[in-house]
């Protein structure tokens, strides 16, 4: 019984330097006053719930006020309520507690279980069309990646039909492509504040010779230096019907997952994909099915 009565009491003192730790940090965004923090400690005691509730509970912040407080305390980054420096399709960084976001994550934990956590840093994302949302998938997958502290490259290796630009909202027309027809010995990659463990190579100036560029030796030659900085590194790779591209980049990442679309791909276009990702001496590590 005492036992019990110490163990109690133990957690509540752990509780309260937590809680005294988020309201600091509600003050110092001006969502709450001094006195307000004190009206929801006399609450949380006397009903026995988290701070977090208590505050909730008077209406002096939102649900989405303490989600955030708790996203800087565990380091877990994501955007602002309204900002739009994102493109809102990008529901990792805008609505990283929704149930979409958690299967993301349940992705993320198998890849990182079956690929990543074996020593390898480098997978593609491809599909067998234009409209099976791989490149969405890419961009969003390579936002959960570096949610979990991980020096995260998102590389656009569409050259045929890229969309990374728009979506991170990138201003630069330099990319790969600029990259591998130089040979440039340096380059920059785009960096956002609100993702700090987020880098992201374009794709660059729309060229002819898209599928030529990336069997050069320059294209395996980067993705090797790049391996030294970064711990994953997503390709978003164009679609088999648009060219071969899609094969090349999945064969310098040695894995590849496969999207397809919900009663839009058929069955015998993701078979002829994995057939010619197989016969690119690619490992696929599973297939997602995009349900919109």
Do not use: C
């Amino acid at each position: 019984m005492d036992s019990s009565n110490h163990y109690s009491q133990t957690n509540h003192n752990v509780h309260v330097e937590k809680h005294e730790l988020i309201g600091d940090v509600l003050i110092a965004h001006s969502k709450l006053a001094a006195q307000d923090v004190e009206q929801i400690l006399e609450l949380q005691k006397r009903k026995k719930i988290l701070f977090g509730d208590a505050a909730i509970e008077l209406g002096l912040i939102t649900d989405r006020d303490l989600k955030k407080v708790l996203s800087q305390q565990f380091n877990y980054p994501y955007l602002d309520e309204g900002s739009h420096q994102l493109n809102e399709v990008l529901v990792a960084a805008h609505t990283p507690f929704s149930d979409e976001v958690e299967i993301l994550r349940s992705l993320r934990g198998q890849l990182l279980t079956r690929w990543f956590n074996l020593g390898h840093k480098t997978l593609a994302v491809t599909s067998a069309n234009v409209e099976d949302g791989a490149s969405l998938l890419a961009a969003n997958l390579a936002i959960v990646f570096s949610q979990l502290n991980k020096k995260t490259l998102l590389i656009d290796a569409n050259l045929r039909r890229s969309v990374q630009n728009s979506l991170f909202n990138i201003e630069t027309k330099l990319g790969l492509a600029n990259i591998l027809a130089n040979k440039q010995g340096s380059y920059e990659l785009a960096r956002l504040n609100s993702l700090p463990n987020l880098s992201i190579l374009p794709a660059g100036t729309t060229v002819p010779n898209p599928q030529e560029l990336l069997n050069s030796n320059g294209f395996s030659e980067l993705i090797t230096n790049l391996e030294k900085v970064y711990d994953i590194i997503i390709f978003d790779s164009s679609p088999l019907i648009l060219g071969s591209d899609a094969l090349t980049v999945a064969a310098n990442a040695k894995a590849a997952i496969v999207v397809a679309r919900k009663n839009k791909t058929l069955a015998v276009e993701i078979q002829h994909l994995v057939q010619q990702l197989h016969m690119a001496n690619t490992n696929i590590l599973g297939s997602v099915l995009q349900g919109y």
